[in-house]
């Protein structure tokens, strides 16, 4: 059975830093893409940018491009998201997601990120 | 703004059939994906591609396209398909890595 199993939730203060994982099972995770998705409260789905942990190529949807840094590890079937300086409009939760050519098709089951003085 | 445009809510009566759209310019080449997400929940897929639905997804969650309008219809809808719908294909940057969701539609099923 495909998983994608990410951290829990977080905390943090506006300015502080942040990495939040994924860790697949039930798959090769060196072969499929993995995508960030963000939703802010009350809001719809925004793509955030994609990695394919094989060989790390990353592509970043342009609104997120310098906001965020994507990152994978094979070795530990794991992607991760990271701020350096987390702002209050980074308040969301953020799903990862396995992509095929046409669909993403599992989902983690997010991770609430806070941010707040 | 998005490069693919749904209508922000839906209505439909119990056991009537409904269609959710989807437009983008991306459409014309590529196809949409579709996403049921209930409060509380993550999204899942409920189709792709031209018209394929996982395993484990009624028969009455159908597909169409016609140039840059996708279609997500459900026929015999049940209380519980009642969920936010989104669509999600290629950016019109013409970019393969490029992706995009559309706003979302509510559907309330009376």
């Known amino acids: 059975e495909v998983q994608l199993v990410q951290s829990g939730a977080e905390v943090r203060k506006p300015g502080e830093s942040l990495k939040i994982s994924c860790k697949g099972s039930?798959?090769?995770?060196?072969?499929?893409?993995i995508a960030w998705v963000r939703q802010r409260p009350g809001n719809g789905l925004e793509w955030m940018g994609i990695?394919?942990?094989?060989?790390?190529?990353?592509k970043y949807s342009p609104s997120f491009q310098g906001r965020v840094t994507i990152s994978a590890d094979k070795s530990i079937s794991s992607a991760y998201l990271q701020w350096s300086s987390l702002e209050a409009s980074d308040t969301a939760m953020y799903y990862c997601?396995?992509?095929?050519?046409?669909?993403?098709?599992?989902w983690g089951q997010g991770t609430l990120v806070t941010v707040s003085s | 703004s998005s490069d693919l445009t749904q209508d922000p809510a839906v209505s439909v009566a119990l056991g009537q059939t409904v269609r959710i759209t989807c437009q983008g310019d991306?459409?014309?080449?590529?196809?949409a994906s579709w996403y049921q997400q209930k409060p509380g929940q993550a999204p899942v897929l409920v189709l792709y591609?031209?018209?394929s639905r996982p395993s484990g997804i009624p028969d009455r969650f159908s597909g169409s396209s016609s140039g840059n309008t996708a279609s997500l219809t459900i026929t015999g809808a049940q209380a519980e398909d009642e969920a936010d719908y989104y669509c999600?294909?290629?950016?019109?940057?013409?970019?393969?890595?490029?992706?995009?969701f559309g706003g979302g539609t509510k559907l309330t099923v009376l």
């Open positions: 591609g031209r018209n």
């Open positions: 039930g798959y090769s995770f060196a072969s499929y893409w």
């Open positions: 991306s459409l014309r080449n590529y196809y």
């Open positions: 997601a396995r992509s095929g050519p046409e669909e993403v098709d599992h």
């Open positions: 990695i394919f942990p094989g060989n790390s190529n990353i």
């Open positions: 999600n294909s290629r950016d019109s940057s013409g970019n393969l890595l490029q992706w995009v």
